[in-house]
């Protein structure tokens, strides 16, 4: 093994996870999120999820040791979305912060695809959430 690859798995902020449905993105915010995490997890796990789906359904957990968003990273979630627009189907954001439920109503709003906040509680309800073929 590498020491070094190790290393940098260690300062990774943002976790891909791997127990989603089918056709679903999850990541998971372990720290504080920065441009770096964009850079290096996040856009070529939507890469992929576009090239391998068409479209992106989305579980975003900020668990409990997530802090908050670096300035740069909060403009490289922008610009992804910018880049994709039609392409995130579904965003579930899975929190106990409670800035995300008015953050993600606004977001609904702007965005073309469907987008909720859920409690940390309720992470099975969201992923049966994002993966439904339903409009609900």
């Known amino acids: 093994i590498d020491p070094h690859a190790q290393a940098f798995e260690n300062d ?35 890469n992929d999820a576009i090239t391998r789906y068409g479209k992106v359904r989305l579980i975003y957990i900020l668990g409990p040791d997530f802090d908050e968003y670096e300035g740069e990273a909060v403009w490289e979630d922008l610009k992804l979305g910018v880049r994709h627009p ?6 579930a954001v899975v929190t106990n912060a409670r800035w995300a439920g008015p953050a993600i109503k606004i977001l ?29």
């Open 86 to 91: 039609a392409s995130f189907e579904r965003i």
């Open 12 to 46: 990774v902020m943002i976790r891909i996870l791997h127990d989603m449905p089918a056709g679903v993105l999850g990541l998971e915010a372990v720290d504080d999120v920065e441009k770096e995490d964009y850079e290096n997890v996040i856009v070529p796990a939507v």
């Open 108 to 136: 609904s709003i702007l965005w073309p695809g469907q987008a909720r906040a859920f409690p940390l509680s309720e992470l099975e309800s969201a992923k049966r959430w994002a993966a439904a073929e339903d409009a609900s």
